[in-house]
């Protein structure tokens, strides 16, 4: 079956979206799943099931809308704090997760990868997961990249041991160390900054994502959990990204008064 078709500019005026005012790179703190599955008297988990359908729908909205990156926290480096069963049952949930969706990604097209530390989640997974990678590597549509036992810290200290291990081995000077030196040993080298930053269930806080890659990114809050947050909220985040002038610390043209 192919692709569900791209949204049409008409299709995009008429949800008030302009195909020019979208964010390039999309990414989304999915938090709720717990507080959501408690108010409706379910486990945790449930929750957490439930979250995987607002996935679905957040990859088939954003692929049609022709975003170029789509990335999801799933599991942050401090994760591992909650109680056994929870993480037991939420690494089943992503193993099956990742073998459910494969293909889903090859019939959109997408491109799958992931962000984190690969030493800690069992390899059964990362067989599951680096098979999709493989599979997905020569497509072109929309990136889609799960962050996985990932901690921005974490991976800040990752690339500060790879940049002094080069200037040990005399490959690099610490006066050749840039920005961009940084950007190219973090989990994301070779991705674009995100532009949007959706956090649901209401904190206002980033809680480790991807701390150098937001420095300009706008970030869009709401109350509603993950397992409810619908197309219609996105639409509306990405109107409300529209709207936000970003001045990435300079001034807006026309206006230096
Ligand atoms: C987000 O939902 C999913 C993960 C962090 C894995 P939570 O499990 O954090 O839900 P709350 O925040 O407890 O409601
Ligand atoms: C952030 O949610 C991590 C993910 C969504 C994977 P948390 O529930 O872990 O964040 P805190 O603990 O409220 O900061
Ligand atoms: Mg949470």
Not at 149 to 174: F, W
Not at 191 to 207: C, F, H, N, Q, Y
Not at 219 to 238: G, I, M
């Amino acid at each position: 079956m192919a692709a569900d078709p791209p949204y049409t500019s008409e299709n995009l005026n008429r949800l008030g979206l302009r195909r020019e005012r979208l964010p390039q790179h999309v990414a989304a703190i999915m938090d709720g799943n717990g507080r959501w599955a408690k108010r409706q008297g379910l486990p945790r988990i449930e929750g957490h099931r439930r979250g995987v359908q607002t996935v679905r729908m957040m990859i088939e909205e954003c692929a049609r809308l022709n975003i170029g990156q789509l990335t999801l926290y799933c599991f942050s480096s401090e994760n591992w704090k909650r109680p056994p069963l929870e993480l037991d049952l939420l690494m089943g949930l992503l193993r099956r997760y990742v073998i459910a969706e494969r293909e889903e990604i090859m019939r959109q097209g997408i491109r799958f990868s992931t962000i984190g530390r690969t030493d800690r989640i069992s390899s059964t997974i990362w067989k599951e997961v680096t098979t999709t990678i493989e599979l997905s590597r020569k497509n072109t549509g929309m990136r889609l990249c799960l962050a996985l036992d990932y901690g921005g810290r974490d991976e800040l200290t990752h690339a500060v041991k790879a940049i002094a291990a080069q200037v040990q081995s005399g490959e690099m000077t610490p006066d050749a160390i840039c920005e961009k030196t940084i950007s190219d040993h973090l989990y994301t080298a070779g991705m674009v900054d995100p532009d949007l930053v959706i956090r649901t269930a209401g904190e206002m806080r980033v809680s480790n994502f991807l701390l150098w890659q937001i420095s300009y990114a706008e970030l869009w809050v709401t109350e509603k959990c993950w397992p409810e947050f619908s197309r219609d909220d996105l639409y509306q985040s990405f109107r409300d990204f529209a709207a936000r002038e970003r001045r990435f610390g300079g001034l807006v043209e026309n206006r230096t008064e």
